[in-house]
């Protein structure tokens, strides 16, 4: 993790050390700015049940820069299109702002 913001690597091992309940996201072998990352489905949803895979990536300027989110795995719901990515207005370069990142990856 050499070369990266202290902030990325403080964050991506406080993940680690203390993951999210229902939510598994480790960085890639290849950059610590990817991140493999598996959601389950939560209860009393039409998800329920369903494990659903995501890529995460991270900008060099984040948190300056929105992250990219694309789901892996196939999924109906009208703020994912059909290639996997998160259609959000906050997660568009226009909208985002570092606030957003400043309690979460």
């Not at 203390?18 to 950059?31: D, F, L, R, T, Y």
């Not at 493999?36 to 995460?56: N, R, W």
């Not at 892996?72 to 370069?93: E, F, Q, S, W």
């Amino acid at each position: 993790m050499a070369g990266l913001p202290c902030r990325i690597i403080k964050k991506t091992q406080r993940l680690l050390a203390e993951p999210v309940p229902g939510i598994k996201a480790e960085p890639g072998e290849s950059s610590a700015l990817y991140f493999h990352v598996v959601i389950a489905g939560l209860q009393d949803s039409p998800f329920q049940g369903g494990t659903f895979k995501l890529e995460l990536l991270l900008a060099e300027e984040y948190p300056m820069a929105a992250p990219e989110v694309r789901f892996m795995t196939k999924i109906y719901h009208p703020n994912v299109d059909k290639l996997g990515r998160i259609c959000l207005d906050i997660l568009k370069a226009r909208a985002w702002t570092r606030l957003y990142a400043m309690n979460n990856i």
